[in-house]
């Protein structure tokens, strides 16, 4: 069975402090993928990454960057410079890519960014 | 191009009423899934349907709960009776199967509320 574990329930900084949101995930299959998708107070779920099993390569957008570590089942979300906008859920999911079965999400970390 | 649409964005309802959520995926999308959000269990894939066939719906909690997609743009859940433990928020998704890639793409959600 297929688990995404977000520890960190609720974060709280200062504006342009760096943060970085936790996942580890747990699967059996060898491919698979995974996700983070943010979910601001308006309510809906915006996607924001996917890496496949095979690609442990980082990788860096503007201010986001994500870490991927399948040696310690990782996939760990960093934001430099937060502002007051990315105030916000943030999930982290997991799919078994032989078929296109659904997510398995983290129960999300609440980012929460002081001005 | 448009994305997920679901209506209503907000629902309020009587116990023992029946409620009827709609959801237009992305077009081209051959993938559409139901979500339901709460605060005791987070996300939840409830019913999955690809190419407008129900593939899993053992995510459904209970018989009250049934789901349909006639077509290719259109797919509705309903609940008959409601209760007001099925309060929460609806999301509905769509992805291509046909990319191969399994990120799936959300609606705004629709917040349910049975008094």
């Known amino acids: 069975a297929q688990k995404v574990t977000q520890a960190q329930t609720e974060i709280s900084v200062v504006e342009k402090e760096d943060v970085t949101l936790d996942c580890v995930y747990e699967?059996?299959?060898?491919?698979?993928?995974l996700f983070w998708y943010k979910q601001p107070p308006s309510g809906e779920l915006v996607f924001l990454i996917r890496?496949?099993?095979?690609?442990?390569q980082n990788e860096i957008s503007g201010r986001y960057s994500w870490n991927f570590q399948k040696s310690t089942s990782s996939f760990n979300f960093t934001i430099t410079a937060s502002q007051v906008v990315d105030s916000a859920v943030y999930f982290c999911a997991l799919s078994e890519a032989k078929v296109a079965d659904g997510l398995t999400f983290g129960k999300g970390t609440h980012l929460i960014i002081q001005p | 191009d448009a994305g997920v649409i679901q209506s209503p964005r907000h629902e309020v309802t009587e116990m023992g009423q029946e409620v009827t959520l709609r959801c237009k995926p992305i077009s081209g999308h051959d993938y559409l899934f139901w979500y339901r959000q709460t605060m005791m269990r987070g996300l939840e894939l409830l019913i999955y349907?690809?190419?407008?066939?129900?593939?899993?719906d053992s995510g459904m909690p209970e018989d009250r709960f049934s789901a349909k997609m006639p077509n290719a743009s259109f797919s509705t859940l309903k609940i008959q009776p409601s209760e007001p433990r099925d309060s929460a928020v609806y999301f509905c998704a769509s992805s291509s199967g046909l990319t191969g890639l399994p990120e799936a793409f959300f609606g705004q959600g629709t917040r349910l509320t049975v008094v």
């Open positions: 349907f690809n190419n407008n066939v129900p593939i899993d």
């Open positions: 699967t059996r299959d060898t491919t698979y993928y």
């Open positions: 890496r496949n099993s095979f690609d442990e």
